[in-house]
C-alpha cells in the first residue's frame, strides 16, 4: 500500500510545474498515488485489468489503446527497468511538448533511471519523501530518450515476449519443469490461471491434441497480446481478467499454472492462495490441478484444504511441482 501521495505532497509545496490541459498517467498506477490529483485532466493508461477495474471504479478514466497525446505524462515507475524506460520513452513521444513528470520508490530503482535520465536531458526539479522521488524535466528537450522505446522480442523457442511481462527474456524455468508432468492425453476444456505470455498453454496445445478448449486467463494486457502471437491454435481462448474473479459456466477439467507470487511490490504468498482456490472454484469433480511453484512458499495448507488429494511430482532446491485432485461428487 502507497504511504504517500508523493504527488499531491509536491504540489501542495508549489514545487511541480503547471500542469494544464490532459494528462497522460502511465506505468504502476495505483488509486493512492492519484490522491489530491483529481482536478487535474488525468487520462490513466493501464494494461493490468486488476488496476483498470480498481482505477474505474474509482472514477479514473482508463484507457487501454495506447495512442492517445496528451500535454503532459506522469510516469509511475514499474519495477522491470527495461519497462520503465520504454514507459518513459512512450511518455515523452506522446506529450512531446510538455513536462514528464517520472515518480517511484527507491526498491523500484527511481535514484538509478534517474541517474540514467540526466546524462541526457536536464532535471528540471524534485522532490523526495516516502523513500521515493519525484522528478520532472521537459520532453522536448528529451527527444534521445526516445531510443528507448522497445518492440517486442523474440526469446528461445520462437516466442515473442515485451518488456514488463513475466520472464520477458525467456522461458521461466518454474515453468518449464511443469511441462513434462502435463499427460499427453489430457482432454476436455483446460485452463491455464495467469497465463502470461502463453508458454504453458503453447507447449499443452501442442503435446495434448484432445484437449477440446484452453481458456488463456490473465490480467496483464501485453502479455495477453504476445500470447495471442505465441499461441496460435483454434483451441485457445484469450481473457484480460482477473484470474480471482473470473468464472466459466460449465467447470473444467483441468487447470494449469505457475501463480504469481508477488503483488505490485511485495513477495507473498497470498496471491498464489488465491489462485489456488480460483483454480479449485473452476475445476469439475475429480478435475486436477497441475501447479508448479517457488519451493519454499507455503502453499501446502491450502491445497490441502481445497483439494481431496495432493501430490508432489516433483521438488527441487528451487521449485515444486504439484497435482491436486478435486473432490468427487462437490458441488461448486
Ligand atoms: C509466474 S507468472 C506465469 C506466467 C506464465 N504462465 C508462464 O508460465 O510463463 C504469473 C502470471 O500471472 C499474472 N497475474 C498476476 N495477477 C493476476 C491476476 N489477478 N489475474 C490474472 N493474472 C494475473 C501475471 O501477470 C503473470 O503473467
Known sequence: MWKHARLELARDANLLPPLDGAIGV?????????????????????NSFVATTALRSAGYK??????????HAVVFLPRAKAEAQHLIAHAIE?????????????????????????????????????????????????????AWRA?????????????????????????????????????????????????????LLSNAPKISRLHLVEDNKTALDCAR???????????????LSWNLREPVHTVIMNPPFHTARNAEPSLGIGFINAAAKLLKPGGKLYMVANAHLPYEPTLEAAFS???VLERSTRFKVFCAEQRRGKVR
Open 309 to 311: 488429494k495432493v501430490d
Open 151 to 203: 518492440e517486442p522480442t523474440d526469446v528461445d523457442g520462437g516466442f515473442s515476449t515485451a518488456p514488463g511481462v513475466f520472464s520477458a527474456d525467456g522461458i521461466d524455468p518454474a515453468s518449464a519443469m511443469l511441462i513434462p508432468h502435463l499427460p499427453d492425453d489430457m482432454r476436455g476444456a483446460v485452463v491455464d490461471l495467469g497465463a502470461g505470455w502463453g508458454f504453458l498453454s503453447a507447449k
Open 94 to 146: 506522446r506529450a512531446p511538448n510538455g513536462w514528464i513528470v517520472l515518480d517511484g520508490q527507491k526498491t523500484d530503482g527511481i535514484e538509478s533511471i534517474v541517474k540514467q535520465v540526466a546524462r541526457s536531458v536536464a532535471i528540471e526539479g524534485s522532490f523526495s519523501k516516502g523513500h521515493g522521488k519525484t522528478v520532472w524535466f521537459r520532453a522536448a528537450d528529451a527527444q534521445d530518450l526516445l
Open 229 to 243: 502471437s505465441n499461441v496460435q491454435d483454434a483451441r485457445a481462448e484469450f481473457h484480460w481478467a482477473d484470474a
Open 62 to 71: 482508463v484507457v487501454v489503446e495506447q495512442d492517445a497525446s496528451f500535454e
Open 26 to 46: 502511465l506505468g504502476q498506477i495505483a488509486v493512492e498515488r492519484l490522491r489530491g490529483l483529481d482536478d487535474l485532466q488525468l487520462q490513466c493508461e493501464s
